[in-house]
């Protein structure tokens, strides 16, 4: 288990950092990927990569948001739901580095 406890508040406490260090990938993959779409986009000479990319990363946080809220809905308001969405943004925010490293150069 990724966080270990003995409670549901050492659990969620692992969890919210967790959390706060993935959050903190997907923005720096997400800065390298805009690197290299703005560069893509000056080569080119077209305005093309970088609105798309911005787009995309709108459209996967809306999705991110509305997913993890469904999850935590499954919960039924139970003492687990936190722990449950954030490790649903760990889990889709992890899938969501790896595909914005894909087209960083």
Request: aromatic share 6%; with cysteine.
């Amino acid at each position: 288990m990724e966080c270990p406890g003995s409670s549901q508040i050492e659990i969620g406490a692992c969890v919210h950092e967790t959390l706060g260090r993935v959050d903190a990938a997907v923005d720096a993959a997400l800065g390298f990927a805009m690197t290299s779409a703005v560069e893509l986009d000056r080569i080119t000479g077209r305005s093309v990569a970088e609105p798309a990319l911005t787009a995309g990363q709108a459209a996967w946080a809306g999705y991110r948001d509305a997913h993890c809220a469904f999850v935590g809905a499954t919960y039924g308001g139970g003492s687990g739901t936190g722990i449950a969405i954030e490790s649903c943004r760990i889990m889709l925010g992890r899938a969501r580095v790896e595909d914005l490293l894909t087209y960083a150069r």
